[in-house]
């Protein structure tokens, strides 16, 4: 919301008022002095006008989760577990998951409740790496990493899929790198070559790696430097 409009959203200051309170440096955002009234300030931010708090600022939560077979990727379902349930009730209010995963799909899920962020990490076009180990049910083709590298044909979407690394690491085992997050994109890509998947772990999304010692089912907050590691991408 524009600054503006939080500091007129008090009783008795009018817009006029609020934008004559932020040019003469009157409100601080997160401590410091902002004097644009149209700056764009999201709900985690601390205001206070004359120092009074006029907008709180809620607690964003970060949470890394090593997603276990079995669990869906949404927020609530009559029939199978959440991922969400795997959270304490109080944490899990109002969290969103930043990149689904199919149900049988294990591994690295990212979860918050600030939308600018997770929207910074999924945005398609954004080309930040997603790094899956895959198992298929036949032996990898020696034309499969070319096949990926080159793109492939998604006929319900139009489209051929943006370049991807392959790296084989045993005859049915590979670890793959794709840029993008469509529906079902590993396992359609691998189709497409005449294999199947029989089991996907996600191993990271971009800066952020899932750490080797989270167990099935557990979670941990993110670092401040995982968080702002985000950055990165958009300097
Ligand atoms: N691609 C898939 O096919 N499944 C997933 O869960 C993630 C990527």
Known sequence: ????????????????????????????????ICRMADADVDEFAVVRVNGKTVQQGHCAHYIMLHKPAGYLSATED???PTVLQLLPPALSQGLHIAGRLDRATTGLMILTNNGTWSRQLTLPGMGIAKVYRVTT?????????????????????????????????????????????????????????????????REGIGHLQLNSNLAEGSFRMLTGSEIEGLDRYYT
């Open 1 to 32: 919301m524009k600054l503006s409009r939080i500091v007129s959203n008090q009783p008795n200051i009018s817009r006029k008022k609020a934008n004559w309170l932020i040019a003469t440096g009157q409100v601080h955002v997160n401590d410091l």
């Open 78 to 80: 009559d029939t199978h």
């Open 137 to 201: 049910a036949y032996p990898i083709g020696p034309d499969t990493a070319l096949r990926f590298t080159e793109g492939i044909w998604f006929e319900y979407e139009q489209l051929t899929t943006a370049p991807a690394t392959l790296e084989l690491l045993a005859p049915t085992l590979a670890r793959l790198t794709i840029y993008e997050g469509r529906y079902h994109q590993v396992k359609r890509m691998f189709h497409a070559t005449g294999n199947r998947v029989i089991a996907l772990h």
